[in-house]
């Protein structure tokens, strides 16, 4: 059964950064897509970013690029989000999430595992 645990939240200034990790369990192999996804009271749930199983591309919602990255560590099955110059909009729950196939990654309906969610709260 896969499994997926985040850690890392937590309440930050408005300017500071803040690493999230995610560490997945019970896959085979490293063939999965991974993505981050937020959700904000009253909102629904968006893509943030995700990177494909091999590294080679990337994606990120425009509001993040630039001060979020996604390094994933295949050997460990962790994949981080580093965020950077958070704004207090950035404040969510975070999931992470994985998929072993291609198609639309901002789309949050077509992932197929998913993490307990961490909360980030950035003060203004």
């Known amino acids: 059964q896969v499994q997926l645990v985040e850690s890392g939240g937590g309440l930050v200034q408005a300017g500071g950064s803040l690493r999230l990790s995610c560490t997945v369990s019970?896959?085979?192999?490293?063939?999965?897509?991974m993505g981050w996804f937020r959700q904000a009271p009253g909102k629904e749930r968006e893509f943030v970013a995700g990177?494909?199983?091999?590294?080679?591309?990337?994606y990120s919602t425009d509001s993040v690029k630039g001060r979020y990255a996604v390094p994933r560590d295949n050997a460990k099955n962790t994949v981080s989000l580093q965020m950077s110059s958070l704004k207090p909009e950035d404040t969510a729950v975070y999931y992470c999430?994985?998929?072993?196939?291609?198609?639309?990654?901002?789309?949050?309906?077509?992932?197929?595992?998913w993490g307990q969610g961490t909360q980030v709260t950035v003060s203004s």
């Open positions: 999430a994985a998929r072993t196939d291609d198609g639309n990654f901002h789309n949050p309906n077509e992932w197929q595992y």
């Open positions: 019970g896959v085979t192999n490293s063939r999965y897509h």
């Open positions: 990177i494909t199983w091999s590294g080679a591309r990337l």
